[in-house]
C-alpha cells in the first residue's frame, strides 16, 4: 500500500458503526411541549438545516472527491463515509418524523434550501466554493488542482469542520439544561464521524502538501482564508436567525465567539495564521471536544465499537 494511514482509517470506521435504530427519541417529545416558542422555533431551523446538509456532503463525495481522489485506500474510506452520511440523512429524517408530524411542516423544512434566507445562504456557499471542480474529469492542470483542493478545504474546516459544529453547539446546549437526550445520543455518534471526517479531509491536504507543495502558495493562502471568513459570516446569518433577540446561553454573540474560536483552529490546522483570536465561550462544547475526539474510540454507549471477532454456528440449537 501506498497510503496505508487511509486503509486504517476505513478499518476504524467500520469498527465505529452504529444505526439510527439505536438512538431512543421517546422522551424528546416530552421535552418539545416545554420548550419555549423561541427554542421551539431554533430546534425546527436546526431540523431543517440538518435535514439538506448532509445530502450537500453527500453530492460533493459522489461527484468531486471519490472522481478526483484515486488512491485505493482513499477510496475504500470515501466508500465508508458515504454510508456514513446515509445514516446521518436516516436519523435526520427520523427527527423530523418525531419532531415535526405535520407533514407541510415536514415538506417546508425539506424546502429549506430554497424558502429559509438562513440556510439558503449557506447553501449557496457551499455550492460558491465546491461547485467548480464538479465538470472536471480530471486535475490536468496545476489551477485544476488547486479548485479541488479549495473544494476540499471548504468540504473539511467549513462544512464539515464548521457549519455542523455550529450545529452541534445547539444540541448540545440543550443537553446542558437537561433537555432533548435522545437528539444528543444521535448527535454524539454523527460529531464522531463528522471528526473523523474532517480529520481524513485533512490528511489529504497533508498528503498532497507533501507531494506537490508549490500548490500551498501564499495566494491559496489568502483564498481559503478569506473562504473560512465567508463560512463564519454565513453561520452568524444562521445563529441571529436561530437566537432572535437571544435564549438563556444561548444567543448570537456567544454564538459569534465560539464560531471565531473554531474557525481559527482550522486556520491552524491547515498551517495558517488565526485570525480572530476569540475563545470558547461555551463549557459544554469543551466537555464535549473532550468526551468525544480524545476519547471517541473506548467509551460506551455513545462512542463503541462494533465488535469484528469471534465465530457463529448456524446449526446450534437455541
Known amino acids: 500500500m501506498r497510503y496505508p494511514e487511509f ?12 444505526t439510527v435504530e439505536e438512538v431512543d427519541l421517546h422522551s424528546d417529545v416530552a421535552d418539545l411541549a416545554r420548550l419555549s416558542p ?3 422555533h431554533l430546534i ?28 485505493p485506500e482513499a477510496r475504500l474510506y470515501l466508500s465508508r463515509q458515504l454510508f456514513e452520511e446515509a445514516v446521518h440523512v436516516q436519523f435526520y429524517l427520523t427527527l423530523l418524523d418525531t419532531y415535526l408530524p405535520d407533514p407541510e411542516q415536514r415538506a417546508d423544512a425539506f424546502a429549506a ?34 479548485r479541488f483542493l479549495l473544494n476540499l478545504i471548504c468540504f473539511a474546516a467549513c462544512i464539515e469542520g464548521l457549519f455542523f459544529y455550529g450545529a452541534f453547539a445547539y444540541v448540545y446546549w440543550f443537553r446542558s439544561r437537561g433537555l432533548l437526550h ?15 471526517h474532517m480529520d481524513f ?48 446561553g444561548m444567543n448570537t454573540e456567544s454564538m459569534r465567539a465560539y464560531l471565531e474560536c473554531v474557525a481559527d483552529q482550522r486556520l491552524r490546522r491547515l498551517g495558517l495564521d488565526p485570525v480572530y483570536g476569540s475563545e470558547n465561550p461555551f463549557a459544554f462544547m469543551e466537555l ?21 471477532e469471534g465465530s457463529v ?6
Not at 435522545?182 to 473523523?196: I, K, M, P, Q
Not at 485533512?202 to 463560512?231: K, N, Y
Not at 454456528?313 to 437455541?318: I, P, Q, V, Y
Request: glycine share 6%; aromatic share 10%; proline share 2%.
Open 7 to 18: 486503509y486504517e482509517r476505513y478499518r476504524a470506521a467500520i469498527r465505529n458503526t452504529w
Open 288 to 308: 464535549q471536544d473532550v468526551q468525544e475526539l480524545t476519547n471517541f474510540f473506548e467509551r460506551r454507549p455513545t462512542a463503541y465499537q462494533v465488535a469484528v
Open 44 to 71: 425546527g431551523r436546526l431540523v431543517a438545516f440538518f435535514a439538506t446538509g448532509d445530502s450537500i456532503v453527500a453530492n460533493n463525495l459522489v461527484l468531486t472527491l471519490y472522481r478526483h481522489i484515486n488512491s
Open 113 to 146: 434550501v430554497e424558502a429559509i434566507p438562513s440556510i439558503r445562504e449557506k447553501a449557496a456557499f457551499c455550492f460558491r466554493w465546491m461547485d467548480s471542480v464538479e465538470n472536471l474529469d480530471r486535475l490536468g492542470s496545476r489551477e485544476d488542482r488547486r
Open 313 to 318: 454456528s448456524l446449526d446450534e440449537e437455541f
Open 201 to 248: 479531509a485533512f490528511a489529504v491536504v497533508d498528503t498532497v502538501r507533501e507531494e506537490e507543495p508549490d500548490l500551498f502558495d501564499a495566494e491559496l493562502g489568502e483564498r481559503v482564508t478569506a473562504m473560512i471568513r465567508e463560512a463564519v459570516e454565513a453561520e452568524l446569518q444562521f445563529a441571529r436567525d436561530l437566537c432572535g433577540d437571544g435564549l438563556p
Open 38 to 40: 423561541g427554542e421551539r
Open 182 to 196: 435522545g437528539l444528543a445520543t444521535g448527535t454524539n455518534w454523527v460529531f464522531r464521524d463528522e471528526s473523523c
